[in-house]
């Protein structure tokens, strides 16, 4: 499979001097050990150029929108601004991109609009990989006759079964809602071949690129899906959410709203004022991510040439450090991967990982590495579906290790290393 927009050229080697300079946060010491983030896929570091935007923001424009005076006209440029970026990170037009305080809220007003319009027996086809954030706002719409559909898993590899997801959609399916890459296992979901059955059968489909967003460029034309979500927090930006709605969609279903609001797409989908120094931020950090591109490859013209070569260039180092990470783990023993292992299947995946040790519960391994200054994350990080359905939901738990483009192999090694400690205690 590959990841649409990543198949042009040969990667350019990552600076990672360069990149780690933009991050303040990784001089982070604790117990007089350099902080190792493996944390990405519950919200990544953020680049200097982010804090800046947020704080400039605050000191110069900080006012409400369209007011006839400098500040507030400020404001709406810079949403204007802000919106043109998440343009080119989705690859969609300005009028196609919707701010909101995270995924999770956006997907409710999004599954509240739509299931407005549906009848009782209508079918929304889930999954079990995804994290509950795509599932629970659609379940909701039980109390209104809605009937789930849940797709199951490849317990082998933790990955979609296709084949269950093509017996669930039928000519009463509503919608599909399928996560990008799992935040859990790192399993990339062929979202265009899903996207193309669901439109067979009349359905529409909503992506949940969260934890895809850091890992792989975005194409919302090439994957033609309805609609697509992520969030800012993870990928090098401030504490938000960003959905992208085919303009038709987004004039045509009837979200819930205060009258005196605009009717107009996309701000009628915005409820209240926006928190717009962080919207700031939005813009700040996909410029970031066009600044790596740049600096990684000099010929690109345009921001989505410039972010396309970014993420060319960090999936690939990205795959280094996951190819050794999984290399290292497997031999240590008593630890079970969970996912796609086999390095030929690689693509298949993005550097998130879960595992277990024997039977020792998670939250023990992840203090243990939090003492050494690793910061990994145990639990079911809401991929409540998938735990239960691995059977670990009980014994708390996978620890997962989130790798994105600012980690290092030495961290990787250490990691290895205190693992290798904890295993043999
Ligand atoms: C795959 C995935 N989807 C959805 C969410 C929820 O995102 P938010 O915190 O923006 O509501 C997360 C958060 O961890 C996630 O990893």
């Not at 997907?107 to 299931?115: Q, W």
């Not at 690689?346 to 910061?375: D, K, M, Q, V, Y």
């Not at 990994?376 to 359905?389: F, H, P, Q, V």
């Amino acid at each position: 499979m590959s990841t649409p927009g990543l198949d042009r050229s040969a990667a350019h080697a990552l600076d990672i001097d360069w990149v780690r300079s933009q991050f303040p946060s990784l001089q982070t010491q604790v117990n007089g050990q350099p902080a190792a983030f493996l944390d990405g896929p519950a919200g990544t570091q953020v680049p200097t150029q982010v804090m800046h935007a947020i704080q400039n923001y605050l000191m110069g424009a900080n006012a409400n929108t369209c007011g006839a005076f400098l500040t507030s006209r400020r404001t709406d440029e810079l949403l204007n601004t802000a919106r043109a970026a998440m343009a080119d990170f989705f690859h969609c037009q300005r009028d196609e991109v919707v701010f909101g305080q995270n995924m999770t809220t956006i997907t409710f007003s999004v599954s509240r609009a739509i299931g407005r319009e549906w009848n009782a027996g209508d079918e929304i086809v889930l999954t079990t990989l995804d994290h509950d954030a795509n599932f629970s706002p659609w379940k909701a719409l039980e109390e209104k006759g809605a009937v789930i559909r849940q797709v199951d898993i490849r317990e082998d590899d933790c990955t979609l079964n296709l084949d269950d997801l093509k017996s669930k959609l039928n000519g009463k399916t509503k919608l599909v809602a399928v996560g990008y890459a799992s935040n859990a296992v790192g399993a990339i979901n062929p979202v265009a071949e899903i996207t193309r059955l669901a439109h067979a059968v009349g359905a529409l489909v909503y992506i949940d690129a969260v934890h895809f967003a850091p890992h792989g460029l975005i194409d919302v034309k090439a994957l033609d899906c309805d609609f697509l979500v992520c969030s800012p927090y993870k990928f090098f930006g401030p504490h938000l959410g960003t959905l992208y709605g085919k303009r038709q969609h987004l004039q045509g279903f009837r979200p819930y709203k205060v009258r005196p609001c605009t009717d107009q797409a996309p701000e009628r989908w915005e409820t209240g004022t926006q928190v717009h120094e962080l919207i700031a931020g939005i813009g700040a950090a996909v410029e970031y991510i066009a600044e790596l591109g740049r600096h990684s490859d000099p010929s690109v013209v345009t921001r989505r040439e410039a972010l396309a070569a970014a993420y060319r260039t960090t999936v690939a180092y990205e795959r280094r450090l996951v190819s050794r990470l999984i290399e290292g783990l497997q031999s240590i023993s008593g630890v079970r991967i969970y996912g796609i292992t086999d390095p030929r299947r690689f693509a298949e995946r993005c550097s998130t990982l879960s595992l277990r040790i024997g039977n020792h519960n998670p939250t023990t391994i992840a203090a243990f590495l939090g003492e050494r200054g690793i910061f990994t994350w145990d639990g079911n990080y809401y991929a409540l579906n998938l735990t239960e359905r691995l059977g670990v939901e009980a014994q708390g738990g996978m620890l997962r290790i989130g790798l994105v483009h600012y980690n290092t192999l030495d961290e990787v090694e250490r990691l290895l290393t205190a693992l290798r400690e904890f295993a043999i205690r």
